[in-house]
């Protein structure tokens, strides 16, 4: 749990400075660059995270539960700062299975936080306004639009098939996470 914290943290930092570079507008081959190499180091820390579950895999459910109780009430995701690397990446509390009941339980500063960030523009916000004003979006015969289309096409059929046919999700959690996916499915095409 702490090191997810600490990962968090980091994840935030580097949030952070990709939305900074994206508040204007023109962004240069420099800042692209520095953006994007942000954006690997995000995507290396979150492979982190995500192989560190299967050392949780590799327990009995009996060890989980007992490794468990020692962590109390926290996980993942119910991590404030989980949660507001979720807004700052582009998630809206109405795409939220819960909606926003998760923010009560906050300390008042965290919700000030949670309030605060809601109040700016999101990674997502900053991306799509940079696509819309960028020129050749059809450029020697590639076609960013038709190109994009197939990405989150080929991203949104592979989360549906995971979750279909993972063994380890029961149906409410099933259909909420499939309800998730077509949210996600209509927000990528609003960008084409």
């Not at 702490?2 to 962004?27: A, C, G, I, N, P």
């Not at 459910?61 to 404030?80: C, I, K, M, N, T």
Request: proline share 3%.
């Amino acid at each position: 749990h702490q090191t997810y914290e600490l990962w968090f943290k980091q994840l935030l930092h580097e949030m952070d400075s990709v939305r900074e570079l994206f508040q204007h507008l023109k962004l240069g081959a420099t800042e692209i660059g520095l953006a994007l190499h942000r954006l690997r180091r995000m995507m290396t820390i979150l492979k982190v995270l995500v192989e560190q579950i299967a050392i949780l895999e590799t327990m009995t459910p009996h060890e989980f539960l007992d490794f468990r109780d020692v962590l109390g009430s926290a996980s993942g995701f119910q991590s404030f700062q989980f949660r507001l690397l979720e807004i700052k990446l582009g998630v809206r509390h109405e795409q939220r299975p819960n909606g926003d009941r998760w923010v009560a339980g906050l300390a008042e500063e965290h919700q000030r936080l949670i309030n605060a960030a809601r109040q700016e523009p999101s990674l997502f916000d900053y991306v799509e306004r940079w696509l819309k004003n960028m020129p050749f979006r059809e450029f020697r015969g590639y076609d960013f639009r038709a190109s994009y289309a197939k990405a989150t096409s080929q991203f949104v059929e592979s989360e549906r098939a995971a979750v279909e046919s993972s063994p380890h999700i029961d149906e409410n959690d099933r259909r909420a996470a499939l309800e998730s996916i077509a949210r996600t499915k209509n927000t990528f095409r609003s960008v084409h």
